[in-house]
């Protein structure tokens, strides 16, 4: 089976207290970039995110968004400084003592300076965090598989009609080169007997020139490999895997095979075959860069 690199997953882990959700996407690239954008409050757990995802995904660029909800009526407590407190009574009392001030401080005075109550947020379990969101990750990441999955699924069926229509025209300049030869002789004789009209012609001389025609336009090496070429990449499609970056290598050489196929043509059927080659191998490639 292969993977697109396009693909996406949405997880919600959810306990009584929190929920985090985890929604991942991602577009094809060549290499794994993997991009998350987390709350503060879970920022210390972005490495276990990427090693969870290393597991699921080796190419593409990703991007993750990871969210947090407190169900809690509150997680927040109130906190008295004591120390402080103290401070502003000692200083309160020193203050009165100097301007000879009436000593007037009482507790709910005392307790509006600043900081002397304050509100601090709850630390959340960090185990717990962790695990749910571990969860959340593993969700999300397999869901994002299993859409990369089905993606790669109508890519492999696609690129392989397109693959099989290749074969065909290879097949087709395969067996008409031998006859372009042929024709090529057959207009050579002619035009050498109009010439030396009822002289004989040299055979030998004949047979020489149509074999250096046959030289330039021969095609058979092309073929032959490009054929080799177009069934690598459907057993590799077949086989599976990770094999994005090998296709797109032998897609390279099916154009470099094509293009001196087209360069070599002297006759308009096998050209335009040849230029339905390279159209259809761009198509192919175009196809194969979004494989993992």
Do not use: W
């Not at 970039?33 to 503060?40: A, E, L, M, R």
């Not at 509100?119 to 969860?135: G, N, P, R, S, V």
């Amino acid at each position: 089976m292969i993977n697109s690199m396009t693909g996406f997953g949405r997880y919600e882990a959810v306990r009584e207290k929190m929920k985090i959700a985890v929604e991942m996407k991602a577009v094809n690239h060549r290499y794994l970039d993997i991009n998350i954008k987390i709350p503060k409050k879970l920022s210390n757990f972005e490495s276990v995110i990427r090693t969870i995802l290393k597991e699921y995904i080796h190419r593409g660029k990703v991007d993750v968004f990871v969210t947090y909800e407190d169900f809690s009526e509150s997680n927040t407590a109130l906190q008295y400084n004591e120390a402080l407190a103290g401070e502003y009574l000692k200083d309160l009392r020193q203050m009165a003592q100097t301007f000879q001030l009436k000593d007037d401080i009482s507790v709910s005075v005392l307790s509006r300076y600043p900081d002397v109550f304050t509100m601090e947020e709850q630390d959340a379990d960090e185990t717990e965090l962790k695990e749910i969101l571990e969860e959340a990750v593993h969700g999300a990441a397999v869901q994002f598989v299993e859409s990369r999955t089905k993606e790669g699924e109508n890519l492999k069926n696609d690129l392989i009609v397109k693959l099989d229509e290749m074969l065909e025209g290879v097949a087709f300049i395969e067996e008409h080169s031998p006859q372009i030869i042929a024709q090529y002789q057959n207009k050579l004789k002619a035009k050498v007997k109009d010439l030396l009209e009822d002289k004989q012609i040299d055979d030998s001389r004949i047979a020489a020139e149509v074999t250096i025609f046959a030289d330039k336009i021969c095609v058979d090496e092309e073929t032959v490999r490009l054929r080799s070429h177009i069934e690598a990449v459907k057993k590799e499609l077949t086989a599976g895997g990770s094999i994005g970056r090998k296709l797109d290598f032998i897609a390279q050489e099916m154009n470099r095979e094509a293009n001196t196929i087209l360069s070599k043509a002297s006759d308009l059927a096998v050209s335009d075959t040849g230029i339905e080659l390279k159209t259809s191998i761009e198509k192919v490639r175009e196809q194969i860069q979004n494989i993992e």
